[in-house]
């Protein structure tokens, strides 16, 4: 059975555009989540769906959003972006809500010049 | 407030030595998971934990609910162990989302 996908796995943008990354789950997982890691401030969380609704969001701005398809594939966008917004992006999938054991993508590494 | 804890920072270990990490928490769980990872940034879920102990390989998790606290152990350490250790909590009455501890970085070394 096929991983977790993130495309794409590397993305230079400059400040002020926006960005899509996106996320393929494990086939039948249906939660999806989204994390931000940073030297700085490590590892955490973004927002999680399941089944196309957001059920949970971490404390980012506005500026961080996401959607889930009928397909459970999910994306996220950042727009307006600023330089602390480098970071790594990464998904995790898991069969129901995030209570079960999640599986991890490779990762989106962002950086913003 | 809900924090994660872990000890040590950085671990430097030679081949074979038997490898503790630990993690503390500040307030009650519904789940705890130890996470891996390699220079690259993939992450690989190792455990998840709310009681007792699990083991796989030579890789075995511990947690004490009573104490708030975790303990990953690595038996007959291997240089292909070297990598970032992260512990994550999800609290009890939380939304449901992942608190994550700073991450343990170990070098074995052959």
């Known amino acids: 059975k096929a991983g977790v996908t993130q495309t794409p796995r590397y993305l230079i943008k400059t400040r002020g555009q926006q960005v899509t990354l996106s996320c393929s789950p494990i086939s039948g997982h249906r939660s999806v989540s989204w994390y931000q890691q940073t030297p700085g401030q490590g590892l955490q969380f973004l927002f999680e769906y399941f089944s196309e609704t957001q059920r949970n969001k971490g404390n980012f701005p506005g500026r961080f959003s996401g959607r889930q398809f009928s397909n459970s594939r999910s994306e996220m966008n950042v727009s307006t972006l600023e330089l602390g917004d480098s970071a790594l992006y990464l998904c995790a999938s898991s069969v129901q809500v995030s209570y079960n054991e999640q599986f991890f993508g490779p990762g989106t590494r962002l950086t913003v010049l | 407030k809900n924090e994660v804890e872990q000890s040590p920072q950085n671990l430097t270990a030679q081949e074979g030595e038997f490898i503790t990490i630990n993690c503390s928490y500040s307030?009650?769980?519904?789940?705890l998971h130890w996470l891996q990872q390699h220079p690259g940034g993939g992450i690989v879920s190792l455990f998840m934990l709310s009681s007792g102990k699990k083991k796989h390989g030579r890789l075995i998790a511990t947690i004490n609910i009573q104490e708030k606290h975790s303990s990953l152990h690595i038996t007959a350490s291997h240089p292909r162990d070297s990598a970032v250790y992260i512990c994550a909590v999800r609290f009890e009455g939380s939304q449901g989302n992942l608190i994550f501890g700073k991450g343990t970085k170990l070098s074995v070394k052959p």
């Open positions: 307030v009650g769980i519904s789940a």
